[in-house]
C-alpha cells in the first residue's frame, strides 16, 4: 500500500447536525429493499452539479454488496442533513454504514466496520474498523480506527472494491484487542488520566470540555464499574457519546437582566450525533485505550490508504 499525508482530515469536514429522526437503529440486519428508503443516498448514481469532470462517483450500493459477498450485514445507517446549497442534494450528503459479520449479528459484543461515503464532495470515501457493545446502542458508531481512505478522483470503482475487501479481510483482529483491554487493569491515577484526556478529546473535535473530567468515568450500570480497560472505555464512550454531563461553568455565575441579577443555568452535553464529530471522537478514544494498553503513545493520523496500482 502507498500512503500519503493530506490536510483534508474530520475535523476540517464541515460538520452538519445529523436529525435523530434520520437515524435508524434495528434489531435485525437492513436488507437491500431496505437500504434505500433508510438512506436516500444508497442508490444515488449522479455527482453534485458543482463537482469538476475529475469528480469520480463511488455508488454506495455497489459497496455495500461487495460487502455482502463477503458475509457482512447492515446492522445500522444514519444520514446527515442537507443544509441548502453547501450540502447539495440529500440524496448525495455524506451517509454512513455500519456493518458487522452475519455470524456476530446480535452478540453483546461485536466487531464492526464503518462506511463513509459522499457524492457532493463533503469528505472522501472512508472506512474505519472497532468494536460496538450492544447493551448501550445509541446510534453511535463504535470506538475504533480509520484504515481506509480514498479521493473521490483517480480511482476506479474495481481499485476501491479491492482496497475495502483488503481492510474486511483483516477484520478479526479486533476481538484479539479487545481481549488485551480486558486483561488490562488501571491504576486509579491511570483511569483519572485517561478521564482527563477523553475531556481532550470533546475541545480536539470542536466542543467544550464537561466541568468534571471524573464524570466522563461514571458508569452508568453496575457491569461497566470495573477498573479494566475495556470497562473504562465503555463507560467512557457512552458518557462521551450520550451527553447529559454538566458543561464547564462560567466564571459568573450571575448575570445582570434589566435591574436585577439572575443566575446563569448550568448547561449540559447534548448526545453526539454529527457524523464527522461522532467518528472523530470514537477514533480518537480507541487510539486513547490502545495507549493505555500498550504503554506507548500513538499518533492520530490523517494518513491517506490508497490500494496499489
Given at each position: 500500500m502507498n500512503t500519503m499525508n493530506t490536510t483534508n482530515n474530520l475535523d476540517d469536514a464541515i460538520m452538519t447536525a445529523t436529525s435523530p429522526a434520520e437515524m435508524h437503529d434495528t434489531k435485525q440486519p437492513i436488507g437491500d429493499m431496505e437500504l434505500p428508503y433508510v438512506l436516500p443516498q444508497h442508490l444515488n448514481r449522479e455527482v453534485y452539479e458543482k463537482r469538476t469532470k475529475a469528480y469520480d462517483l463511488f455508488e454506495s450500493d455497489t459497496i455495500i454488496q461487495n460487502l455482502e459477498r463477503?458475509?457482512?450485514?447492515?446492522?445500522?445507517?444514519?444520514?446527515?442533513?442537507?443544509?441548502?446549497?453547501?450540502?447539495?442534494?440529500?440524496?448525495?450528503?455524506?451517509?454512513?454504514?455500519r456493518l458487522c459479520r452475519r455470524t456476530d449479528f446480535g452478540k453483546?459484543?461485536?466487531?464492526?466496520?464503518?462506511?463513509?461515503?459522499?457524492?457532493?464532495?463533503a469528505c472522501s470515501l472512508r472506512v474505519y474498523t472497532g468494536y460496538f457493545?450492544?447493551?448501550?446502542?445509541?446510534?453511535?458508531i463504535c470506538g475504533g480506527q480509520e484504515k481506509l481512505r480514498i479521493r473521490h478522483m483517480g480511482h476506479t470503482m474495481d481499485e476501491v472494491l479491492a482496497a475495502i475487501r483488503?481492510?474486511?479481510?483483516?477484520?478479526?483482529?479486533?476481538?484479539?484487542?479487545?481481549d488485551a483491554f480486558k486483561a488490562k487493569i488501571l491504576t486509579d491515577g491511570e483511569i483519572r488520566d485517561f478521564g482527563r484526556k477523553a475531556n481532550e478529546i470533546r475541545v480536539a473535535i470542536g466542543l467544550r470540555p464537561v466541568d468534571d473530567?471524573?464524570?466522563?468515568?461514571?458508569?452508568?450500570?453496575?457491569?461497566?464499574?470495573?477498573?479494566?480497560?475495556?470497562?473504562?472505555?465503555?463507560?467512557?464512550?457512552?458518557?462521551?457519546?450520550?451527553?447529559?454531563?454538566?458543561?464547564t461553568?462560567?466564571?459568573?455565575?450571575?448575570?445582570?437582566?434589566?435591574?436585577?441579577?439572575?443566575?446563569?443555568?448550568?448547561?449540559?452535553?447534548?448526545?453526539?450525533?454529527?457524523?464527522?464529530?461522532?467518528?472523530?471522537a470514537n477514533t480518537r478514544l480507541w487510539t486513547l485505550a490502545e495507549e493505555f494498553a500498550t504503554g506507548k503513545p500513538l499518533e492520530i493520523t490523517d494518513a491517506v490508504i490508497v490500494p496499489e496500482i
Open positions: 463477503m458475509d457482512f450485514v447492515v446492522r445500522d445507517a444514519i444520514t446527515q442533513k442537507s443544509h441548502g446549497e453547501n450540502g447539495g442534494e440529500k440524496s448525495m450528503t455524506r451517509h454512513l454504514y453483546t459484543e461485536l466487531p464492526e466496520l464503518v462506511v463513509v461515503n459522499s457524492h457532493n464532495g457493545r450492544l447493551i448501550c446502542s445509541n446510534g453511535m483488503g481492510v474486511a479481510d483483516g477484520f478479526s483482529q479486533y476481538y484479539d484487542e479487545v473530567d471524573m464524570a466522563l468515568l461514571a458508569p452508568r450500570r453496575a457491569e461497566d464499574a470495573g477498573n479494566d480497560l475495556w470497562s473504562v472505555f465503555n463507560r467512557t464512550q457512552e458518557n462521551l457519546m450520550k451527553g447529559g454531563l454538566e458543561l461553568r462560567n466564571a459568573e455565575k450571575w448575570r445582570k437582566e434589566g435591574d436585577r441579577m439572575v443566575r446563569t443555568r448550568n448547561r449540559q452535553t447534548r448526545p453526539i450525533r454529527n457524523i464527522v464529530q461522532n467518528v472523530g
